[in-house]
């Protein structure tokens, strides 16, 4: 339920913030700059939190904590439309709300390990949440008016801190870590090299995140044609990590990294060439096979790199590569190669960034299996 509630409230932010900007007058290029704030605040936010969390061996307390940040913080910077107060209201924002998603499936991801069970059937419900959410509120919004979007997500947030209340902490047997052990985690190269390679991928996913909304606009579709891209995209995304308990340990994990990646790239090269929204739409089942697969197999393989006394530093680091730097990346120079040269070429740069990084993590992988 915490993991449906945040996502819930977390795609109110992902698929309708960027037309709620627009709506107010920003150009693409200013969009971006809010956008690049998220994950800006996620660089420093997440591996401050995951360490207070494994210093303090609890991830209940700190999810409490944050929940009420958000909440707070959304309640003004939700209803801004001025840039000089959307950028600093942005920041203690999403300094609040970007280490909720991560710390929640660091917690799920011990939990599935002491149940026995796969971390993605416990992640599943995230996705459930997140595609629930995107069909209801875009309903609600292209009824009601982007501009209300301050309401449908603080009734979702709220709901995701009185679950939170009633959550069980992860016994956690290894001594309370000092900030001189978080270097062990950069004197892990598998893990270094790996989290600079995926930002091949992540950089593409997370431009995707901040402009499908306004692609899909510009294409001549509407708020709910918004809603209902998420919902499809997301709900093949649910269905990914509630099975996969059954797919995932016929390989190593490195295989479907490549594979998902491989599909990445091929998913922003058609929708870099198609003209119609109506494509968009139904192309975004293909989110499941290429996030899905991605974000469960890439999670448990650098829990399979990290002690187990930073698992929780680890995992928010892993989060703030994939949400923060490919974050600011894909929102500021996307938002300049929308308003410049049009979503279209947006989206087959986008094709090719993730080409490249295919090649880099066959080879990484190769090397891997070679050394071991």
Not at 146 to 154: D, E, T
Not at 157 to 174: G, L, M, P, Q, Y
């Amino acid at each position: 339920m915490l993991l449906f509630c945040f996502h819930g409230a977390n795609t109110i932010i992902v698929s309708f913030l960027p037309l709620y900007l627009q709506a107010e007058g920003l150009s693409g290029t200013e969009i971006g700059w809010v956008m690049a704030i998220g994950p800006l605040a996620a660089i420093f936010s997440q591996p401050y939190w995951g360490y207070m969390s494994d210093k303090h061996q609890t991830v209940k307390k700190i999810l409490m904590l944050c929940l009420i940040g958000v909440l707070v913080s959304s309640f003004f910077f939700l209803q801004m439309n001025a840039l000089s107060l959307l950028l600093p209201l942005a920041a203690v924002f999403f300094f609040f709300s970007s280490p909720v998603g991560a710390l929640s499936d660091s917690l799920a991801q011990r939990r599935a390990d002491q149940l026995g069970v796969s971390f993605g059937s416990i992640r599943t419900w995230g996705s459930i949440g997140f595609a629930t959410s995107s069909l209801v509120v875009g309903e609600v919004l292209a009824r009601t008016g982007i501009q209300y979007i301050v309401w449908p997500y603080l009734i979702v947030a709220a709901a995701a801190f009185i679950v939170s209340t009633r959550i069980v902490d992860v016994k956690v047997e290894t001594p309370p870590i000092q900030l001189k052990d978080v270097g062990l985690l950069l004197k892990t190269k598998p893990y270094v090299i790996f989290l600079l390679l995926i930002m091949f991928i992540t950089i593409s996913h997370r431009t995707n995140d901040s402009f499908i909304g306004i692609y899909i606009a510009s294409l001549g579709g509407s708020e709910d044609m918004v809603g209902f891209a998420w919902f499809a995209g997301v709900t093949s995304e649910a269905i990914v990590f509630a099975t996969a308990g059954w797919w995932f340990r016929k390989y190593h994990p490195l295989v479907f990294i490549i594979g998902a990646a491989m599909l990445f790239s091929l998913r922003w090269y058609v929708y870099g060439l198609v003209e119609d929204p109506l494509w968009i739409v139904s192309l975004q089942f293909l989110h499941g096979f290429t996030f899905g697969v991605f974000y469960v197999t890439a999670f448990y393989y650098i829990t399979r790199l990290i002690p187990a006394m930073l698992q929780g530093t680890g995992h928010l680091i892993f989060a703030s590569v994939f949400i923060g730097v490919s974050g600011i990346i894909g929102s500021l120079a996307g938002g300049w190669v929308i308003d410049h040269l049009g979503g279209s070429t947006l989206y087959l740069l986008m094709g090719g960034l993730t080409t490249i990084g295919v090649v880099l993590l066959i080879i990484y992988h190769g090397l891997r299996t070679r050394r071991s």
